[in-house]
């Protein structure tokens, strides 16, 4: 991987009004209250639901009548697909964007993460808020803390052996380590509802939880078992499994990766508007791009106002756009693959002292 620096496209930065900076956000949120962009698309959230339901089922229908055939693989890309269709209701669920009744948010995603994809939705959820109240904050947000990958040179101090090679090697290796995306998020899920201690889950939702994962694993399995021979059962799942794995990897990677990451000695004074604008990228295109990132190249816009319904996004981006240029804050927005080469570009910058002393 080349090294090369990363340079986000930007608005111009005029000279910042002087302002309070608790006062940045208030004008904002108003003006898109006013407009009516945080107000629920029940009907609209309604019709993708469906769509996605009749696709899945229609994939499982063709299981059953192509029955054990080879042919029977060219159906895992689109059930992977429709798997990450499903991902991005169930994040939406999450976030309150569907409805504001808790009870009926926390059904449509335990249906859509734990029913049908194998995920814990109370693990999600619990993951995903911390990353939205600190996003890149080495400290605080679970989405950058030392693991498999690091994202900062102060991460890499000690790694050797396999996590050093990987560590090395982790722009290359990012894509490829994405399409275990899918497995790891069931061993995730799986391990949030056996954990004990402090991390234990609450009885009932334990019981809720680990239920519907049974129901999950049972039901895939007892799908593909039926329909297909061993052989072709294990290809067809690993072949769903990577592919959605990648696809979720291709819609997360490029919201913050490369991106501001605060300082956890002076960042308190950051406000709301700044600690999310600053740290997250949005990515530009067409309809393709927002149906196939499920909305999350509006990532500031997400950021700002995660209760805000999908379709609303795209609307309040030109507000947020003006809003950060009025006060000098950097919008960050580049193309698809642009995205890509910095957050990967970041990666292999991150790994550079240990390539040095290899």
Not at 1 to 6: E, G, H, L
Not at 53 to 66: D, F, Q, R, T
Not at 288 to 311: A, C, K, V
């Amino acid at each position: 991987m080349p090294r090369t620096a990363a340079a986000p496209v930007a608005e111009p930065i005029p000279a910042p009004a002087p302002r309070a900076a608790g006062s940045d956000f208030a004008p904002l949120l108003r003006t898109v209250r006013e407009q009516g962009l945080l107000e629920r698309r029940v009907g609209w959230y309604a019709r993708g639901i469906t769509v996605n339901l009749l696709l899945m089922a229609a994939i499982v229908a063709g299981l059953v009548l192509v029955g054990p055939s080879w042919w029977a693989l060219l159906l895992a890309p689109p059930l992977a697909l429709v798997s990450g269709r499903l991902a991005f209701v169930a994040h939406d669920a999450g976030h309150s964007q569907i409805t504001a009744h808790r009870g009926k948010s926390r059904l449509v995603q335990l249906v859509h993460a734990n029913l049908l994809l194998g995920m814990s939705q109370e693990w999600w959820n619990d993951k995903h808020n911390r990353h939205h109240a600190n996003p890149n904050h080495i400290d605080k947000d679970p989405d950058v803390a030392a693991d498999i990958l690091v994202f900062t040179q102060h991460q890499t101090e000690g790694r050797s052996g396999l996590r050093g090679w990987l560590t090395r090697h982790q722009a290359w290796l990012f894509f490829p380590l994405t399409t275990l995306e899918g497995i790891a998020l069931k061993v995730y899920g799986v391990q949030a509802v056996l954990a004990r201690g402090a991390d234990r889950m609450p009885a009932r939702r334990r019981v809720t939880e680990g239920l519907l994962l049974l129901t999950h694993a049972v039901g895939y399995a007892t799908l593909l078992l039926t329909t297909l021979s061993v052989g072709q059962a294990v290809v067809f799942a690993v072949i769903h499994q990577m592919l959605h794995g990648l696809h979720l990897g291709m819609a997360f990677a490029p919201n913050h990766k490369g991106m501001e990451m605060p300082d956890p000695e002076n960042c308190a004074d950051w406000g709301h508007l700044r600690r999310q604008v600053l740290t997250s990228r949005n990515i530009r295109g067409g309809l393709f791009t927002d149906w196939f990132l499920g909305g999350l190249n509006y990532q500031i816009e997400h950021h700002l106002f995660p209760s805000m319904p999908r379709p609303h996004l795209r609307l309040a981006q030109p507000l947020v756009r003006a809003h950060c240029r009025t006060l000098g804050i950097p919008y960050t927005e580049t193309g698809l693959i642009e995205s890509y080469r910095q957050a990967l570009s970041h990666l292999h910058e991150v790994g550079e002292p240990l390539r040095a002393g290899a």
